[in-house]
């Protein structure tokens, strides 16, 4: 399918998930699959649905580089398992999004250009809205997500986009696939292999 029609049947499944109710959305997938631009793309069809969305991004949610580069600036071990601030983004916006949640939320937690706090605002969400988190590595790590999006890419491909100077993270990749196997569990799964014709090649209701 387009990308165009991607976008409006994922939002469609989106706004008719849990009616009424806090939605927290995975939408996971390697920089070369853009899971930004999907997640970001969905903000307005889900307005138009009826349901508030938020974008977050797990850029937004790094570790101190003291932390991240601990082990050198190339580490794929470190990319894979010290790279996220799973508990920031648990703390600050799944908790909070959930359904005893407080409904206040900070969408950006830490610079990584500058290496300090973002110093965000709190947001306070709708009782309906949908919370969009992308970024990589996502599933797998007990994080709280209501829907899970996957965006797959075969190993050729994602080493074929990925730019060259961050190869290093392939291997991170590579042992996710083997240990988490996303594409097995996640709710919807997207083939992404040629951008311009996604194909969803798994779904759960």
């Known amino acids: 399918m387009s990308t165009e029609v991607l976008v409006e049947e994922l939002a469609d499944r989106l706004a008719a998930w849990q009616p009424g109710e806090r939605l927290r959305v995975a939408v996971d997938g390697p920089a070369a699959a853009d899971p930004g631009a999907l997640a970001g793309a969905l903000i307005a069809p889900l307005r138009v649905r009826g349901r508030p969305a938020v974008h ?17 600036r190339t580490n794929p071990d470190s990319f894979y398992a010290g790279w996220t601030d799973e508990a920031g983004l648990r703390r600050e916006v799944l908790d909070p999004a959930g359904p005893q949640g407080s409904g206040r939320i900070l969408t950006r ?15 306070e969400l709708a009782p309906e809205a949908v919370v969009l988190v992308s970024g ?23 080493a ?21 196997e ?6 919807v799964v997207v083939r992404v292999d040629d951008p311009r014709r996604p194909a969803v ?5």
């Open 160 to 180: 074929r986009r990925t730019d060259p100077a961050e190869h290093w993270t392939l291997p991170a990749f590579a042992r996710y696939a083997a240990e988490v």
């Open 56 to 72: 977050v991004s797990t850029a937004d949610f790094l570790r101190p580089a003291s932390l991240r580069l601990e082990f050198g």
């Open 109 to 123: 937690l830490w610079n990584a250009a500058t290496d300090r706090a973002a110093r965000e605002p709190y947001a």
């Open 182 to 187: 996303p594409a097995g569990f996640a709710d």
């Open 136 to 158: 990589p590595l996502l599933l797998g790590a007990g994080l709280p997500f209501d829907v899970t999006v996957h965006l797959a890419l075969s190993p050729a491909a994602l």
């Open 201 to 205: 090649v798994l779904t759960r209701e």
